[in-house]
């Protein structure tokens, strides 16, 4: 069983999809610990009501980058977290955790990488009419969604569909291959 962390900033619809998905048996893990970058993210609520433990800490009460994600290491490292798993956590990730989680970071994001890296992927698609949307999975790296592309779902773009239902299809893709993919690199290892 694998021990993971997910990070996350907001909504939390793919932390509770992974979690679901480990209650289900589908995946083999436990979510020893939640880390969120936002006092006001939904997704604290999600992970309290399931009992997981969460970590609020907002980056600006630090001097640093670095000290944060030092405080963030040092609660991994007590749980004894092998895996990072982000899930729509907004933020670059640095060096102090990229050095102690080397290719152990994971991250999803919402376009078929290289294209639309960075914030509101899915309106940077749609603004651009791109005739394919998707999702990836990739290796974190110190870029802006520069890591290793591990798994990638794409579809068609019915031309006619609001920016809505485009993110309301990537959500669907999110919540599945995620855990896919988690569960074959994990069956690999
Ligand atoms: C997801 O669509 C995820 O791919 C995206 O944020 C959303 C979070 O949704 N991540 C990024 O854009 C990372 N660059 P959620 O909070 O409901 O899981």
Not at 58 to 63: I, T, Y
Not at 120 to 143: K, L
Not at 148 to 155: H, P, S
Request: hydrophobic content about 40%.
């Amino acid at each position: 069983m694998k021990k993971i962390a997910i990070f996350a900033s907001g909504n939390g619809t793919n932390f509770e999809a992974i979690a679901d998905n480990i209650d289900k048996g589908i995946l083999d893990a436990k979510i020893e610990l939640l880390v969120v970058d936002q006092k006001k993210a939904k997704v604290i609520e999600k992970g309290l009501s399931r009992n997981i433990e969460t970590l609020v800490l907002r980056p600006k009460d630090f001097e640093s980058k670095a000290e944060y994600e030092k405080t963030i290491l040092k609660r991994l490292k007590e749980k004894d977290v092998e895996w990072i798993i982000l899930a729509g956590y907004m933020r670059i990730v640095s060096n102090v955790l990229l050095d102690a989680y080397e290719n152990h970071i994971i991250n999803i994001h919402p376009s078929l990488l290289p294209d639309f890296r960075g914030l509101d992927a899915i309106g940077q698609a749609y603004a651009a009419h791109s005739p394919r949307m998707g999702v990836s999975i990739h290796y974190v790296d110190s870029g802006l969604d520069t890591g290793r592309v591990i798994a990638q779902e794409g579809f068609d773009v019915n031309p006619e569909w609001s920016k809505d239902e485009c993110e309301m299809k990537i959500h669907q893709i999110e919540h599945v291959l995620y855990t896919n993919t988690l569960k074959k690199l994990w069956e690999n290892e």
